[in-house]
């Protein structure tokens, strides 16, 4: 009995993955939204959005959906990867919309966790047991917050602001984004854009910036010089000091910045 058990869920976590895998598109640098009378709702779940509606990003392993109608654009995205949502709660994400169709940074949604964003140390301090607990949580929650990006950056309340929202949550297993902006004349929180016209959005996962990593560095260091007491090479021998680089190195270019983007044609019904 336990052995069918096991069958059957292994068949419906296998029948997911097919499904998913068979209704992603290939990845490209143009897309059409997809028209929706009825906009999502903004709850961080993405159960409105059809499977046919997904495009799928191999570099950021992703899929995202896009719709909209005349007076909102909607955007989902969703991924397996508890590292990849752990580095957008301490490095940051942005979602950036631009009518111009440019790579330009005017107008963006950024997702945190404030209380540790861009502090390397926050990576040093969750000790090996405390990851192994996290691992094992049933619904490891999303913990950060969104705020607006434009002039200034402001935050953006649950429920949103001036038709403004996003939201965040962990169901199934998938971390869901989603997010409604709204179109028309431009009032500080929507996009000046009609139905037809295309608009192009990013994608862009932070990384850390020089004076992050050069405190980074600094910390490997300190700790390389803690644990190599009573080791056989002198601690300052080139024969360590390249190893220190290389580790460091192969770490900077895991936490660099990531981006995609693309060009959306929003759809006239």
Known sequence: MQSKNKSLR???NALLVLVLLGLWSCRGSKVES???????????????????????????????????????????????????ARRMERLGF????????????????????PAVVGRPGAWREESRVARAEAAQQARPEPSGRFFMIRKDTVDLPHGGMHGLEAAVGYHGGFYCFEYRIPLGPDNGYSLEVTPGK?????????????DQQDEMRDRMEEDREV???????????????????????????????????????????
């Open 10 to 12: 292994w068949g419906k």
């Open 34 to 84: 997809r028209w929706s009378a009825q906009s999502p709702v903004i709850d961080g779940i993405g159960e409105e959005w059809p499977g046919q509606s997904l495009e799928f990003d191999d570099d950021l392993e992703l899929a995202y959906g896009i719709s909209n109608n005349k007076e909102v654009l909607s955007v989902m995205f969703r991924f397996a990867d508890q590292r990849l």
């Open 94 to 113: 942005t979602l950036w919309l631009n009518p111009d169709q440019d790579e330009d940074r005017d107008f963006g949604l950024y997702y945190c966790d």
């Open 198 to 210: 295309p608009v192009k959005l990013g994608f862009v996962l932070s990384g850390l910036s020089d």
């Open 227 to 269: 644990f190599s007491t009573g080791m056989e090479e002198p601690m300052g021998s080139p024969g360590r000091r390249r190893s220190m680089g290389g580790r460091f190195g192969n770490m900077r270019s895991l936490l660099e910045e990531r981006e995609m983007w693309v060009t959306v044609k929003l759809s006239e019904k």
